[in-house]
T-cell receptor, first 113, second 111 residues
Framework: NAGVTQTPKFRVLKTGQSMTLLCAQDMNHEYMYWYRQDPGMGLRLIHYSVGEGTTAKGEVPDGYNVSRLKKQNFLLGLESAAPSQTSVYFC????????????FGQGTRLTVV | GENVEQHPSTLSVQEGDSAVIKCTYSDSASNYFPWYKQELGKRPQLIIDIRSNVGEKKDQRIAVTLNKTAKHFSLHITETQPEDSAVYFCAASKGYSTLTFGKGTMLLVSP
């Protein structure tokens, strides 16, 4: 039982490049989330999903897109990376949404130069 | 939307002392308040949570208190140990969709 796994763990992008971050969970959770963590800013919600085939915007969605084609996977895309998107990205999942424990992935450190 | 304020941003204590981290929230409909601990370079992990129908909850050396009237909740750690050193996040939610986090408190416990 791996829990929540993120791929990749580290990435360096040039401004304007695109990439996709993959989040996979094996706990059969309905709810999945993408957060970004910046120094002094806490965890800010980018997008979330309440079930397979659904997505919704969070607090800081601009510049990102997501897809949830399979229940166990939640993809975060950056179409045209900007230096302001340099951050640590965390995926999380939970069984009963925001009313129960969120299980986080190990994080992806993304640097945009 | 919900706004969660967390204080202090940094807290330094001596081993064995108590530590208290405080959070306030803006939406009186919020009813679930978890606390997460994030060790350096690791993922956040839930350490304790409290629901709005309870005023206090304890788990060994950690406890959380909730004052719904004042819209604030606090994390209390007694007999602190070096391994308690981490960033602690409070959070609040009122529905099933989203959780709003505070900005975090870096706790440093010196031997």
């Amino acid at each position: 039982n791996a829990g929540v796994t993120q791929t990749p763990k580290f990435r360096v992008l040039k401004t304007g490049q695109s990439m996709t971050l993959l989040c996979a969970q094996d706990m059969n959770h309905e709810y999945m989330y993408w957060y970004r963590q910046d120094p002094g800013m806490g965890l800010r919600l980018i997008h979330y999903s309440v079930g397979e085939g659904t997505t919704a915007k969070g607090e800081v969605p601009d510049g990102y897109n997501v897809s949830r084609l399979k229940k166990q996977n939640f993809l975060l895309g950056l179409e045209s990376a900007a230096p302001s998107q340099t951050s640590v990205y965390f995926c999380a999942s939970s069984s009963q949404g925001a009313q129960t424990e969120a299980f986080f992935g190990q994080g992806t450190r993304l640097t945009v130069v | 939307g919900e706004n969660v304020e967390q204080h202090p941003s940094t807290l330094s204590v001596q081993e064995g002392d108590s530590a208290v981290i405080k959070c306030t929230y803006s939406d009186s409909a919020s009813n679930y308040f978890p606390w997460y601990k994030q060790e350096l370079g690791k993922r956040p992990q839930l350490i304790i949570d409290i629901r709005s129908n309870v005023g206090e909850k304890k788990d060994q050396r950690i406890a959380v208190t909730l004052n719904k009237t004042a819209k604030h909740f606090s994390l209390h750690i007694t007999e602190t140990q070096p391994e308690d050193s981490a960033v602690y996040f409070c959070a609040a939610s009122k529905g099933y969709s989203t959780l709003t986090f505070g900005k975090g408190t870096m706790l440093l416990v010196s031997p």
